[in-house]
């Protein structure tokens, strides 16, 4: 059984203009000990989810179905004391604005001895040891516990909030963009030692990201967010080199990559849609070179192919035959500003 | 002769330590640029790279005169643009073109897209009438597929796209026909999906026209899609200079190497082998009379805290090394 | 449809710069609408103005005249009647006329001295903030010298040394309070220099005189407009602590003067509440009608206060 | 060292500052129409008396010789004596000043302690009833004029219901050991009482919305979400983490607070003939008892400036953040 599973998770909040749907039936499952890697643009949903299943939303913002379980239970539909239960001793989260995850006035040490003593049942001096331990495990200096936030580097709040949320031993770690704002060294070894942590502490982990390379580089499994719903989902490698989903595909060909110099970059042409008002069928639909008349009406499930594999595509079993087309077909789009016609389907 | 010749460029900034403190310590400098050397053909590219923090965007803003040198200089078409002044600034502004980092800020918000556009005409005097400077923009706004141009005529910088404001920003920079073209970071704050598309527009525009590009970027990836050569920088200085691939492929300074190293691979297939270095760049504040490197090279050695490296010839590109050095 | 056909079929107002005025107008009406108060503000503000221009033909008495009973006595300290809504004060004036008469220097002493604060203000803010360096340093030493200076002594001070005219009251405040403004407008447009239009503006050739007047300012208006409306209630609550103190203009009726003259003619002592509670409740109100506006105003602004 | 580079760095800047306010108030005094001796040269003078008297006050010298002799006195806190009561100045000052800084620091202790409590209930009250009519009543207190404000509380208080002296500080007749004993007698609280719940209750308006809005600000803050994260208890997280981070702007503001308030208490003395430094100013002012007048403003303001320097000291306690600043 999974670790974690999220099934048809949705989040909506109250804008000026209305709800906007953040997130729209969304699915996924981490099993013990493996790291999915989250990807998707800006704005598709990806950090209210990773808000949802801690159990802290933004103002304004609830869930409005589905389920998150852990170890088969749901926590949505447990009171919130219970709740406590599970946040930071089973999940913990490093979020997406580290930066500024610490109290400015307080020093580091502080604040990690007062989750292990509130939350942890720890002893003061029990505490302090454990983060001088801790620190050691993120590679830092225990003597760092004694600063100030601001006294800091980016790269060291980073660890220091990552040795923050491994205080309690949590089974599972989420990680919301944990090296965006990084430099490229910076966040190179932070990466490195995320994954020793995972082997060393046989962590699972959730990385939430924009970076394909960076799922590439840490994770087993991905899954592939849009316009608020997961479109496709598997092993890391099939999932690269087989995309069964078209905006998978046209991401692999929107990306320059360091090691291939005759590469041609193709767009994606258009823009997500606006979340306040969904389409009615596939969200990908508008954007999508190969989108059939059942695609703007019906929006495609989640649905397995084998091998850990899933899609949302009412195509996906022309996969390999779109695939083929895919370059030839974005950039035709991006040219014309209209969908082509798309490839016969027998 | 080379368009655009920088010149042992340098940039310091003296550091505020309020008022007493200027009285009785010794004034401390930050060296953002120290000694920067580089010239550009016309017609050529060339890609600045770095972490944030290496003066690279000082680099740039020094060579649009935003800012002023402090030392060295910056020759363009062979004359000093450091002295620059009145009608020879705002010649040379229709020259220099910038794209900045961040679309959503670079256009006024109180400005519509039109009115925008405007300015550079209205500015420098471009247009014999106002119909004349609007079919300008009209036509500029096409050329980077933002079609039908006076759809975005009224429209108000928060109701357009990153993606979109990107191309009017580039659009209202080739306004004036300029003959060099600076980036810096120009799709780091847009999405994905949409990055190709403004970068492909960019590689298009400027070679077409022949302009002379400098693009500035932290991603290694994104600089060997779009530049034949590259720049290497760290610590306000030029590390490695030479053409990309070879940069890239080969790199020889210590620093490039564990830059290329640290980029993570689409392809989970390749990964690179990893370099060792200490994590974060120092602050400019204490540079060493030595490498700036030295602290934190893998392969140091005792004369790199001693004389500072200058670029020399080394298979086909400069590096700044004692590594490649003559036995000292 | 050609290129010149499609240019003339745009709403003619294409080349207009920034719609400045009329956004302030605009937002004032989006700002009522959102907020009950601050439309309660709005209507203080027209109740006033009304009262103020109509103040001679409203006003049964001349304020300052004296006022006697058919018998020939002073008609003194009467209690409200139908004759005098709110009575009379101890030399016979009609309290209900001031009160009318004394609306005229609330709008007069606020709007203005709230003008020459916010021009003052902005236009610091703006040199100080743009330019930087010693010139900055300079005007933001001269701001931390005004708020070095305790206001109402200061104000005093000079008044008595000017003379106790209305309009020395308005130049005293101007020169004191342009700081708040000041300050604020200064951080705020060091904030928009760090954004990149304005260092677009001086790539594609706007000279500083440009930038700052035709990028910048119109972004640092709707915050002067802000401040503007809570000086108003400043200056009028400053007005009405000079003239109690006595300072103010003796030619004018304003509604301190009011207080001033119930204070000293004992009418504490004698419970006149008629006399004394209507001319601070006006004041009161004027004041929280700027208040209330700015507070619209500024949800507007900031949208992080929001209520909801 | 930081910290010392700080406090130096601070009080160099204050002191400055106190110098060209009392610059600025010397030259008020000396250019300003009307030589401060007309007020007090009778018409029947003789030239020669006049000439004596201007020899006497050192107004025949050259300006800059009087600014140097003005600045001498001002730190000796000579002031020579009054026009009127021939006292010394310095003597007046002293007499009063105790009377200012216990109405001051009376009703700034109760308006901040009331005005974070009630602006911390007020943001946790977010979208309540209490906060939508709290804030306008809040703003009304800062509305009224605080004279005005006086006023009914002496026609109520004192003059219909008899609970409070009229005025004063102290009632007539009495006579007092030292002034600690003073301060601390039964009488002078008594008579304390109502001018220092008038003026703090004007001052609570701005601690109140500031601290409210501070929370606000804090609350939204991304260590406040992370602190929610990690399932701590709410109070550790509203008490420990956001009040405290809230706290620095009120801190600020209590230093800008200060300056308003002793400005402000010209007008409360005023009203209630508090014996304290604000009527002592508005007497002389009024009376054209210029020695008097001048060391009253300048002992205004270098309590406020002192006041100022203290807040901002106690900011840099407070935020570690602010003493480190390099800019």
């Known amino acids: 059984m999974a670790l974690l599973d999220v099934s048809s998770l949705s989040v909506e909040y109250q804008s000026l203009y209305g709800p906007v749907h953040a997130v729209r039936g969304a699915s996924l499952s981490v099993s013990a000990g493996r790291a999915l890697g989250l990807v998707g643009e800006s704005g598709c949903g990806k950090t209210t989810l990773a808000r949802a299943l801690i159990g802290v939303l933004p103002r304004g913002a609830r869930v409005t179905g589905g389920a998150v379980r852990v170890d088969g239970t749901d926590l949505l539909r447990l009171p919130p004391e219970a709740v406590n239960e599970y946040r930071w001793r089973r999940i913990a989260i490093v979020p997406q604005a580290a930066m500024d995850s610490l109290d400015p006035v307080q020093r580091v040490g502080d604040q990690m001895v007062e989750t292990m003593v509130l939350r942890g049942g720890l002893t003061r001096d029990g505490a302090r040891a454990r983060a001088r331990e801790l620190f050691r495990l993120v590679g830092l200096e225990p003597e760092r516990l004694r600063l100030f936030p601001h006294e800091l580097s980016g790269g060291m709040k980073q660890r220091a909030v990552i040795a923050l949320a491994l205080a309690l031993r949590p089974q599972l770690v989420i990680a919301d963009e944990p090296v965006t704002a990084l430099d490229v060294i910076v966040q190179h070894q932070v990466l490195r030692t995320l994954r020793d942590l995972r082997q060393a502490l046989d962590l699972s982990l959730l990385l939430i990201t924009h970076d394909i390379s960076v799922v590439a580089h840490l994770c087993d499994d991905v899954a592939v967010m849009y316009a608020g719903r997961i479109v496709e989902s598997g092993p890391v490698a099939e999932v690269f080199a087989r995309p069964r989903h078209p905006y998978t595909m046209g991401l692999r060909n929107a990306f320059p990559s360091l090691r291939d110099s005759q590469e041609h970059l193709v767009p994606i042409e258009g823009y997500p849609p606006d979340l306040a008002s969904p389409p009615r069928g596939c969200a990908f639909a508008e954007r999508c070179p190969f989108a059939v008349p059942r695609c703007w009406d019906e929006d495609p499930d989640l649905t397995p192919f084998g091998d850990g594999l899933s899609a949302a595509c009412h195509r996906a079993h022309e996969a390999a035959m779109l695939r083929d087309h895919a370059a030839e077909a974005f950039e035709r789009m991006a040219r014309d500003k209209t969908p082509v016609a798309p490839p016969e389907a027998k | 002769m080379p368009i655009l010749e920088v010149d042992r460029l340098e940039k310091h900034y003296p550091l505020h330590s309020g008022l007493l403190g200027s009285l009785v310590g010794a004034r401390r400098f930050v060296h953002a640029v120290n000694g920067v050397s580089f010239a550009l053909d016309e017609g050529a590219n060339m890609g600045l790279a770095g972490e944030s923090g290496c003066g690279k965007t000082t680099t740039a803003k020094l060579i649009l005169r935003l800012l002023t040198p402090t030392g060295g200089a910056i020759r363009f078409a062979g004359a000093d643009i450091a002295a620059l002044q009145g009608p020879g600034l705002l010649a040379y502004r229709r020259q220099a073109q910038f794209v900045f980092q961040n679309p959503y800020e670079a256009l006024n918000p109180r400005f519509t897209i039109l009115r925008a556009m405007l300015e550079p005409l209205i500015v420098h005097g471009i247009g014999a009438s106002a119909t004349d400077r609007v079919l300008r923009v009209a036509e500029a706004l096409q050329q980077v597929h933002l079609d039908p141009p006076e759809a975005f005529f009224m429209k108000y910088p928060h109701q357009l796209s990153g993606g979109q404001l990107q191309r009017v920003v580039i659009a209202r920079a080739l306004l004036v026909g300029p003959s060099l073209l600076v980036a810096d970071e120009p799709v780091s704050m847009l999405d994905v999906s949409v990055r190709a598309g403004v970068l492909n527009l960019m590689r298009d525009l400027t070679r077409r026209r022949g302009l002379t590009t400098l693009y500035i970027s932290h991603d290694l990836a994104l600089i060997r899609y779009m530049c034949t050569t590259t720049a290497v920088m760290y610590l306000g200085t030029i590390c490695e200079i030479g053409p990309t691939a070879e940069i890239i492929e080969h790199p020889k300074h210590p620093y490039t190497q564990a830059l290329v190293a640290a980029v993570p691979d689409p392809d989970p297939a390749r990964a690179a082998p990893a370099v060792e270095i200490t994590e974060g760049m120092p602050t400019p504040l204490h540079l060493p009379p030595g490498c700036p490197f030295a602290d934190r090279c893998p392969k140091v050695m005792e004369v790199c805290r001693r004389i500072r490296p200058q670029l020399q010839p080394v298979e086909g590109v400069q590096v700044a090394c004692h590594l490649y050095g003559e036995a000292h | 449809m050609s290129d010149a056909e499609r240019t003339l079929a745009l709403p003619p107002r294409w080349a207009q710069a920034t719609a400045t005025w009329r956004d302030a107008l605009q937002t004032l009406v989006v700002v009522a609408r959102r907020d009950r108060f601050a439309l309660a503000g709005l209507i203080i503000y027209l109740v006033f103005l009304v009262m103020a221009l109509l103040a001679p033909a409203l006003a049964p008495y001349d304020p300052l005249a004296l006022n006697y009973l058919p018998d020939g006595e002073v008609a003194a300290n009467l209690p409200p009647s139908t004759r005098h809504l709110l009575g009379t004060t101890n030399l016979g004036r009609d309290i209900f006329s001031q009160l009318l008469y004394g609306a005229r220097a609330a709008l007069v002493v606020g709007f203005v001295a709230a003008l020459g604060v916010v021009i003052l203000g902005t236009i610091v803010g703006l040199v100080a903030g743009y330019y930087g360096g010693w010139v900055d340093g300079l005007l933001m030493r001269a701001a931390d010298v005004a708020f070095g200076i305790p206001f109402l002594p200061m104000a005093i001070v000079l008044v008595a040394f000017l003379g106790p005219s209305i309009w020395n009251v308005v130049l005293v405040m101007v020169l004191l309070l342009w700081r708040d403004t000041g300050r604020i407008i200064r951080a705020q447009v060091l904030s928009l220099r760090e954004r990149s239009y304005v260092e677009a503006a001086r790539v594609l050739g706007a000279g500083h005189a440009r930038t700052m007047f035709i990028h910048i300012a119109p972004n640092v208006l709707p915050l002067s407009f802000l401040y503007g409306s809570l000086a108003i209630g400043w200056a009028i609550l400053t007005e009405a602590s000079i003239s109690f103190l006595g300072f103010g203009d003796p030619d004018v009726i304003s509604w301190g003067f009011m207080l001033q003259d119930a204070y000293n003619s004992q009418a504490l002592a004698r419970q006149a509440f008629h006399w004394f509670v209507p001319p601070g409740v006006f004041i009161m109100l004027a004041v929280m009608a700027g208040f209330f506006i700015s507070r619209g105003y500024e949800e507007l602004l900031f949208p992080r206060l929001r209520r909801r | ?327």
């Not at chain 4, 008020?28 to 030239?47: H, K, Q």
Request: charged share 15%; proline share 5%.
């Open chain 4, 1 to 327: 060292m930081k910290r010392l580079a700080f406090i130096l760095s601070r009080l160099a800047q204050t002191l400055l500052v106190l110098l060209v306010v009392a610059t600025i108030l010397f030259l008020i005094f000396r250019l300003m129409p009307g030589n401060p001796l007309v007020a007090y040269l009778d018409p029947t003078f003789t030239e020669e008396m006049a000439r004596s008297l201007r020899r006497q006050f050192g107004l025949d010298k050259p300006l800059y010789v009087q600014y140097l002799v003005f600045l001498q006195n001002a730190v000796r806190g000579e002031f020579g004596n009054s026009f009127f009561t021939r006292e010394p100045v310095a003597q007046v000052i002293w007499n009063v000043l105790p009377n200012t800084l216990a109405l001051t620091l009376a009703a700034l202790v109760l308006a901040y302690a009331a005005g974070i409590v009630a602006g911390a209930a007020l943001a946790a009250r977010r979208g309540t009833r209490l906060e939508h009519w709290g804030i306008p009543a809040v703003l009304a207190t800062r509305a009224a004029p605080e004279f005005w404000v006086g006023m009914l509380a002496l026609a109520i208080f004192s003059f219909s219901l008899n609970w409070f002296p009229f005025g004063g500080a102290t009632s007539p007749g009495s006579i007092y050991r030292s002034i600690w004993a003073q301060l601390f007698s039964l009488d002078f609280l008594h008579h304390l009482a109502l001018p220092a719940l008038t003026l703090a209750l004007y001052l609570q308006g701005l601690p109140t919305l500031l601290m409210r809005n501070s929370m606000l600000e804090v609350m939204d803050e991304d260590f406040i979400t992370f602190c929610r994260m990690r399932g701590l208890p709410e109070r550790t997280i509203i008490l420990r983490h956001a009040a405290r981070n809230a706290l620095l702007p009120v801190v600020t503001a209590f230093a800008l607070g200060i300056g308003y308030s002793i400005g402000g208490n010209v007008i409360i003395e005023t009203v209630f003939s508090w014996p304290g430094l604000g009527r002592t100013l508005v007497r002389a002012v009024a009376a054209k008892d210029y020695p008097v007048a001048q060391a009253a403003f300048l002992m205004i303001a270098v309590v406020m400036i002192a006041m100022n320097f203290l807040a901002d000291l106690l900011y840099g306690v407070l935020d570690p953040r602010v003493s480190d600043e390099r800019r």
